[in-house]
Each structure stands twice: as C-alpha cells, then as structure tokens.
C-alpha cells in the first residue's frame, strides 16, 4: 500500500494527504479543480541521454514520500491514476499515452501533477497540454540546470535532453528557464536558446536581494502566457540536498527563502494548469532525501488554499 500515513482521525482537522487520495480508472470522475496525479515510470530518455538510469523507480517513492503530510487546504482531493511505463524502450509511445492521459485530465477541468522518471516526462506532459488547448499560448517555466534544448541524434531520438528542441520544430515556444548553470550547458546550448527565444535566469542570480529582478522577469513572462505550465528538474538543486538524480550538481541551488518565495510566486499564479517533477534516482538517494524534497516541491501547489 503506497499511500499510507499516520492516522490522527477521520475529521478533517487531522487529515493527511493519503486521506484525499482517491485511486482511479474512470477519467468522468475528474471535477473542476481536481488534482489528477499520473506517474510517468520511464527513465528511457535519460538511458540514451547518457545519464544514470533509475528515475523510472521514482514515482511510487514520491508518493510515499508525499503521503503523510497534512492537510491544510479544505478544498484538496487528489485523483491517482497510477502509472505509465516503458517496457518496450519505446519513449514515443510512452510520452504519447502520458500525453492522452493529460489531455483527458485537463478536458475535465482537473489540475494536472505528473511523479517522474526521466525529464523527457516534460515533453509528453506539454504534448498533452498542447492538444489540449491548441490556440492558447503556453508558458512553461522549467527550473533545471539544463536547457534540454539539444537536437535529436537521428542514431538515437529523442532523449531526457531534446524536449525543448521538439517543441521549437512545432512551432514557436514560451519558455523560461529558472537555475540554469553556465557548466552544465554548451555554448550551442546557449546560442540555441538565444535562437528560439528562449529566457532564462540563472541559478548564480537567485539570491534574496536580487527578487525584485527576478519577480519582474516572472510577471512579464506570465503575463504574454494564456496559461502555465511548470516543471522542475531536481537535478538543478545542490548535491547536498539532492543527491539522488541522473546528473549530479555540486553547485546546484538550495531550497532556501529566496527559492522558496520563487516559487511560491510561479504558484500562485490562477494561470497554472500543471506541474511535475522529473529526475529523482531512487538508486542514488540516501534516506529518499531528494525524494523528500520532490514530494515537498509538489505539496507547496496542493496545499495552496483557493
């Protein structure tokens, strides 16, 4: 039993996130404002990414890791729909029925969380926005370290590092890249992101005296979107509190005040429709430490009161 948790009692003043939990086939039960939650079980982008395999292990963790922490939005139901894997080393098929699945989620009003696997969870979650709502100008805000803007090695296809790539080959992109580091991307990764537009903070910049910056480049962002979608890649945080991902980074940023009001300030905004967390390793992850941290990234949009 995967979601599990402390039982205080059954009023709603003691309730836990494992007491909202509801598990689910029948996409019709999905209400307005929903939290639908899909694991994406699929490391297979990060495989030919060249990086460590393992996160498809991750979303069954992240629930784990998420279940019994209290309740603190009156409003808060959450939809589980278990998983999508990876068996046949077919990515496409995989991101594709992650990408129905959302569609259906988002159709039915719900607000959609993905639990990764590999960041090539981000282009089928985006996919399914996308067909979704195919006139709306989507903002993705992706906190990485990386751009995952590389184009596809025709030998390999699409990786955990070509997402942002695909979707500039379908037309124009929206995206703002939050933690990026200047050794962890080429200078073609640079130039490419410079060539579609793509913008971007990076991470030696988020510091609490700079907010004020950062909160002007957020709200210009946000305002040219018609809806939001955001990502986050746990490898962009430091080694110290995140050691188990598929790309290490010994100078990667810290969950402190000035990241916290960051993202705080992307959640609160009414324009944003979904959320996942991609990359935790659970092979490399002591204490589910980064595992923690994913689940806690993710409670901070739940328990936002309406």
């Known amino acids: 039993m995967i979601w599990t948790g402390r039982f205080d009692g059954d009023e709603p003043l003691y309730h836990r996130i494992f007491q909202r ?23 297979e982008g990060v495989k030919r990414n060249k990086g460590r395999i393992g996160a498809k292990d991750a979303p069954d963790l992240i629930r784990k890791n998420i279940s019994n922490f209290p309740v603190i939005n009156p409003q808060f139901k959450l939809k589980d729909f278990g998983n999508v894997s990876c068996e046949d080393g077919n990515l496409e098929k995989s991101q594709n029925e992650l990408a129905e699945k959302v569609q259906k989620t988002l159709e039915k009003g719900g607000k959609s969380i993905v639990f990764g696997g590999g960041h090539e969870v981000m282009f089928g979650h985006y996919s399914g926005i996308k067909n979704t709502f195919p006139t709306k100008k989507i903002g993705i805000i992706n906190i990485d370290a990386h751009f995952d803007n590389r184009e596809i090695d025709p030998e390999i296809g699409a990786s955990s590092g070509t997402g942002f790539w695909q979707i500039t080959q379908e037309g124009d992109i929206h995206s703002l890249h939050i933690g990026i580091q200047r050794n962890s991307n080429t200078l073609k990764l640079f130039d490419t992101a410079h060539q579609y537009g793509m913008k971007y903070i990076l991470a030696e910049e988020i510091f609490f005296e700079n907010l004020p910056t950062i909160y002007t480049k957020i709200d210009a962002f946000i305002e040219e979107a018609d809806l939001i979608y955001l990502t986050i890649c746990m490898d962009v945080f430091n080694v110290s509190i995140a050691p188990g991902v598929s790309a290490l980074a010994y100078n990667g940023i810290f969950a402190d005040a000035a990241f916290m009001h960051v993202l705080k300030k992307l959640m609160n905004s009414e324009k944003l429709l979904a959320m996942d967390v991609a990359e935790v390793n659970p092979a490399y992850d002591p204490n589910e430490i980064t595992a923690r941290l994913a689940a806690s990234l993710i409670n901070e949009w739940l328990m936002l009161k309406n």
């Not at 939990?21 to 490391?43: A, C, K, P, Q, R």
């Open 21 to 43: 939990v509801s598990l689910e086939e029948n996409y019709d039960n999905i209400s307005t404002n929903d939290f639908v939650l899909h694991g994406f079980g699929v490391d």
